[in-house]
């Protein structure tokens, strides 16, 4: 018996493209034989991830899955989206490992970088010989990002930055960190490489969520830049909110990893455990709640499938994936959180992934948008109304 049965109750595989399940396979198996059973180690570990895997994630593609050239693997967006949907099977942070990477820096340098920049930086972060952070959020502003405190000031050819970044992943392993800034109202992107003279970053320590996962700090004190770190193709928020499209994208798809995977293993447990004369999985209880487990994955596949083929028709909308998101991460959650409860004392250690996954989605809840703010984006859109 395999280790993971995936989901599939409206047999959407048949609307896949061979490649599509291709790539997604090939990530499968690696999550089960490479990640998992390194995973163990890292999670009772606060803040480390098994780094010694970016070079076999780099041999699969998966840093800027959906990009094409500069050494990316040019997949369309259902197959990056069911890579997402695998990794996130795994944990959590191994998706956030490679969204970052391929929506947050390879991203913007792709769009938005000069050709040098590009050249530079996407060949080295798709082969995972440099790893890129993306700082936008700061310590008072998360949800408001357009407050940030960081500035950028032109001083004779060179750019100098000061601000603090918060709740940065991989901050403190990058080579290269898309730090966004305000240059008097407006907003710019910079490149600041590890080492750059008044740059540094700190882990952030004593997470009970996302602890596969390095989040750290980024402080910048009169850090000098030349002309050439800017990224010169895009001003205003319309720079970074680009970006996390991209990787909330990835997140719809991601957050059904992990409830398919919470899915799976409560549904196995509940087969065999006995309760009461009889298998869990013969309760009432535990079939209605299998079967909203199964139901809403359903229903989340569909909306993520529809979207990533909206986006290689180029129809894409951000409050379709504001939708995705919010309702993805949502449902996942409340599938961890079932699938916990039936899991009785077993849920609540490691040798089961149900908890993890669980405190994991609070974070992934909270970070490229709230729960909240998805919501807020999409009464907009509905309305035309901002909410105050
Ligand atoms: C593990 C982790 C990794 C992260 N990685 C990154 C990263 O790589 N790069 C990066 O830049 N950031 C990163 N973040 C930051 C993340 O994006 C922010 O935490 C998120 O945007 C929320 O901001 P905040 O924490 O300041 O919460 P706040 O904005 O203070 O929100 C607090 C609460 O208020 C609600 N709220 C906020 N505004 C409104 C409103 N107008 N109306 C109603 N309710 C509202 C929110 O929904 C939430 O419930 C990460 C966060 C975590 C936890």
Same mark, same amino acid.
């Given at each position: 018996?395999?280790?993971?049965?995936?989901?599939?109750?409206?047999?959407?595989?048949?609307? &896949?493209?061979?490649?599509?399940?291709?790539?997604?396979?090939?990530?499968?198996?690696?999550?089960?034989?490479?990640?998992?059973?390194?995973?163990?180690?890292?999670?009772?570990?606060?803040?480390?991830?098994?780094?010694?895997?970016?070079?076999?994630?780099?041999?699969?593609? &998966?840093?800027?899955?959906?990009?094409? +050239?500069?050494?990316?693997?040019?997949?369309?967006? %259902?197959?990056?989206?069911? =890579?997402?949907?695998?990794?996130?099977?795994?944990?959590?942070?191994?998706?956030?490992?490679?969204?970052?990477?391929?929506?947050?820096?390879?991203?913007?340098?792709?769009?938005?970088?000069?050709?040098?920049?590009?050249?530079? *930086?996407?060949?080295?972060?798709?082969?995972?010989?440099?790893?890129?952070?993306?700082?936008?959020?700061?310590?008072?502003?998360?949800?408001?990002?357009?407050?940030?405190?960081?500035?950028?000031?032109?001083?004779?050819?060179?750019?100098?930055?000061?601000?603090?970044?918060? *709740? #940065?992943?991989?901050?403190?392993?990058?080579?290269?960190?898309?730090? *966004?800034?305000?240059?008097?109202?407006?907003?710019?992107?910079?490149? /600041?490489?590890?080492?750059? !003279?008044?740059?540094?970053?700190?882990?952030? !320590?004593? !997470?009970?969520?996302?602890?596969?996962? #390095?989040?750290?700090?980024?402080?910048?004190?009169? /850090?000098?830049?030349?002309?050439?770190?800017?990224?010169?193709? %895009?001003?205003?928020?319309?720079?970074?909110?680009?970006?996390?499209?991209?990787?909330?994208? +990835?997140?719809? *798809?991601?957050?059904?990893?992990?409830?398919?995977?919470?899915?799976?293993?409560?549904?196995?447990?509940?087969?065999?455990?006995?309760?009461?004369?009889?298998?869990?999985?013969?309760?009432?209880?535990?079939?209605?709640?299998?079967?909203?487990?199964?139901?809403?994955?359903? !229903?989340?596949? &569909?909306?993520?499938?529809?979207?990533?083929?909206?986006?290689?028709?180029?129809?894409?909308?951000?409050?379709?994936?504001?939708?995705?998101?919010?309702?993805? %991460?949502?449902?996942?959650?409340?599938?961890?959180?079932?699938?916990?409860?039936?899991?009785?004392?077993?849920?609540?250690?490691?040798?089961?992934?149900?908890?993890?996954?669980? =405190?994991?989605?609070?974070?992934?809840?909270?970070?490229?948008?709230?729960?909240?703010?998805?919501?807020?984006?999409?009464?907009?859109?509905?309305?035309?109304?901002?909410?105050?």
């Amino acid at each position: 018996m395999p280790d993971f049965d995936s989901p599939d109750f409206l047999l959407l595989d048949d609307l &896949l493209a061979e490649e599509e399940r291709l790539a997604r396979d090939a990530v499968r198996d690696f999550v089960s034989k490479d990640f998992l059973p390194l995973l163990q180690e890292h999670v009772r570990q606060d803040g480390s991830f098994p780094m010694q895997l970016v070079p076999r994630m780099a041999e699969l593609g &998966l840093f800027g899955a959906n990009l094409h +050239g500069y050494g990316c693997a040019g997949m369309s967006n %259902v197959a990056y989206g069911l =890579v997402m949907q695998e990794l996130e099977r795994g944990d959590s942070g191994l998706r956030s490992f490679a969204s970052v990477q391929g929506g947050l820096v390879m991203y913007p340098i792709y769009s938005y970088g000069s050709e040098a920049q590009k050249e530079r *930086w996407l060949p080295a972060l798709a082969s995972g010989k440099a790893i890129g952070c993306f700082g936008l959020t700061e310590p008072d502003f998360g949800s408001f990002a357009t407050g940030m405190r960081t500035r950028a000031e032109k001083k004779g050819s060179r750019w100098v930055l000061n601000g603090t970044k918060r *709740w #940065i992943t991989n901050g403190t392993v990058s080579d290269v960190a898309v730090v *966004w800034a305000k240059v008097d109202d407006d907003v710019r992107g910079f490149l /600041v490489e590890r080492g750059t !003279k008044g740059f540094e970053a700190r882990d952030i !320590k004593g !997470k009970f969520s996302l602890r596969a996962s #390095i989040t750290s700090e980024l402080f910048l004190s009169d /850090v000098e830049l030349p002309e050439e770190n800017l990224l010169p193709g %895009v001003r205003g928020m319309k720079g970074p909110l680009s970006c996390l499209t991209q990787a909330r994208y +990835g997140i719809a *798809w991601g957050a059904l990893g992990a409830a398919m995977g919470c899915y799976d293993e409560v549904l196995r447990y509940a087969k065999e455990r006995i309760v009461q004369g009889g298998p869990l999985a013969s309760k009432q209880i535990a079939q209605q709640r299998l079967v909203f487990m199964l139901t809403e994955i359903t !229903k989340g596949q &569909l909306l993520a499938l529809r979207l990533g083929r909206l986006k290689d028709e180029g129809r894409l909308h951000h409050a379709m994936v504001s939708m995705a998101k919010m309702n993805n %991460v949502d449902v996942a959650l409340r599938i961890a959180r079932e699938a916990r409860d039936l899991l009785g004392a077993n849920g609540i250690v490691d040798d089961y992934s149900a908890m993890r996954h669980m =405190v994991n989605l609070e974070t992934v809840r909270t970070y490229e948008g709230t729960h909240d703010i998805h919501t807020l984006i999409l009464g907009e859109h509905i309305t035309g109304m901002r909410a105050l």
